[in-house]
């Protein structure tokens, strides 16, 4: 097969023999790829700057989809991250948006609107817009969770009250009549239901200038890494440490301890499968 | 492997576990190591002996052997005022060897990588703000590596060190001295109009 270029975020360099590395990326016109970088370790390849974690490169790529490692021609930087004189919690935000990328996204499937999402998060990685970026990523791969009616029932949930449950596994809010509340969810105020509503509406102007503070932020972020790492199926280590840097996940927790935690004795619901 | 007797196939899968060496590559060293019997025996010795006498330095978390404090530490002829942080004692062992620095040094263990789960806490950070406490050096000179994650951990620390009266410094990056600026690339030109610096006129 010829080769390709593209533009990609490199999301993951490892290491690979003295002198070559092992590149995951995700690209604008192929998703998420896997590549050999043969030499790229050396003093004065031309390539070492523009592999580095976080940086936006044209790449050139041999793809060899039969072993799913392509090789990795050429490299050249657009955009460094700088991580440099940034706050903390900026690098860390960065590190976020490598690592859902890496849990979420698959090989050979274009994500161009995810890419360009990816593209201005890591560009101004403020907390805003990873929040933004996290529902972004779920409603662009298709796992927006339902937030009009009950994700089991289906029921309208148009009489505006003053809390609901939240289920990432059943995929959205659930009414309180629907019993199947055996698996971990949150229960969310009216407040920061109505900021979901808005987060999941998709791309709009007005959107990018979302900022939620107090309770409703602490909510928001819970639940979205919550709803993120279930997609994931694993727990995501840069969003655990984003959090607790930002004060939001507690101090020795993690946000998957805080989701699972037992459910209020109101959210519990008879459990055929481990009743006696 | 079936076909060794159990040592071998035993040395073989403890080598295995050794970075970058696979199944093969072990296979031939063990090879290697039961032909040559008396070189085995003093790799062994060698190996009990860093296993049993190499610790980390109290003060500055390099390696030392016997004593409990290393002998860069130890050393009165060092310059105590600066204090370079770096990330694993190898990088210490390559700015030694430059002859260029005669401070003392203090050594993380790794740096934040929240991709591989390495958070603040896992690195010796928390002793660098006492050693700086108690030794009050004027400054400290940050050498993590210049990708990402070393820029991540740097920015860590500058965070972490923000109250303290000490001057922070990093290491200059950008042109490599004897190369033409038409071979240099965009980022080694980015950092280096970046880190530029005032030329010192004789006579002024």
């Known amino acids: 097969m010829g080769s390709v270029r593209t ?28 590549a050999l970088a043969k030499g790229a370790r050396r003093l004065k390849h031309y390539r070492a700057g523009a592999l580095d ?33 940034r706050p903390f919690v900026e690098c860390l935000a960065g590190h976020v948006v490598a690592q859902v990328l890496l849990g979420l996204t698959f090989a050979n499937v274009p994500e161009p609107r995810l890419f360009q999402a990816a593209m201005a998060t890591v560009g101004e990685p403020t907390e805003p817009r990873l929040l933004q970026f996290l529902w972004d990523a779920v409603c662009a791969l298709g796992h927006c969770p ?38 971990p969810g949150h229960r969310i105020s009216r407040g920061a239901l109505r900021a979901l509503q808005l987060l999941a509406k998709g791309p709009s102007g007005s959107r990018r200038k979302l900022r939620f503070q107090g309770q409703i932020r602490v ?18 280590n840069a969003l655990r440490t984003y959090l607790r840097q930002t004060g939001i996940g507690t101090a020795q927790g993690s946000t998957r301890r805080t989701a699972l935690q037992t459910p209020p004795e109101s959210d519990r619901l008879p459990n055929r499968a481990v009743r006696p | 492997m079936a076909g060794y007797s159990r040592s071998i196939r035993d040395l073989i899968e403890l080598l295995t576990q050794l970075p970058g060496i696979g199944p093969r590559t072990a296979e031939r060293l063990s090879l290697y190591l039961v032909h040559h019997q008396p070189y085995a025996r003093r790799l062994a010795q060698a190996i009990e002996q860093v296993a049993r006498r190499v610790r980390r330095c109290a003060i500055c978390n ?56 390495v958070e603040p806490d896992h690195l010796s950070l928390d002793h660098l703000v006492k050693r700086i406490h108690d030794q009050q050096p004027e400054e400290i ?59 010192e006129r004789p006579g002024r």
């Open chain 1, 7 to 34: 533009v990609a975020l490199i999301l993951k360099a490892r290491e690979y023999s003295e002198t070559s590395l092992v590149i995951r990326g995700f690209s604008r016109d192929f998703g998420q790829f896997t």
């Open chain 1, 53 to 85: 974690l976080l940086c936006c490169s044209e790449v050139t790529l041999r793809r060899r989809p039969r072993t799913g490692l392509d090789l990795l021609h050429e490299a050249r930087l657009i955009r460094e991250f700088f991580a440099l004189g």
């Open chain 1, 146 to 183: 339902t937030l009009d009616r009950c994700a089991v029932c289906g029921i309208p949930m148009d009489h505006r009250p003053q809390s609901v449950r939240f289920c990432p596994v059943a995929g959205g809010i659930l009414c309180e009549r629907c019993p199947p509340v055996v698996l």
């Open chain 1, 219 to 236: 909510e928001l972020w819970r639940l979205t890494a919550d709803l993120v790492e279930t997609l994931a199926a694993r727990p995501l």
């Open chain 2, 62 to 117: 390099n390696f030392t052997e016997t004593e409990e404090i290393c002998e860069i530490c130890r050393d009165p002829n060092r310059d105590r005022t600066r204090i370079c942080v770096v990330e694993q004692p190898r990088d210490l062992v390559v700015i030694e060897s430059s002859g260029a620095y005669r401070g003392l040094y203090h050594v993380l263990g790794g740096r934040i990588s929240p991709l591989e789960g």
């Open chain 2, 141 to 199: 000179i940050l050498a993590t590596s210049p990708t990402t994650e070393g820029d991540t951990t740097a920015s860590y620390i500058v965070e972490l060190l923000r109250d303290l009266p000490v001057q922070i410094t990093r290491l200059a990056r950008g042109l490599v001295p004897g190369s033409g600026l038409e071979i240099a690339t965009a980022d080694m030109l980015v950092n280096a109009i970046r880190d530029r610096r005032p030329v």
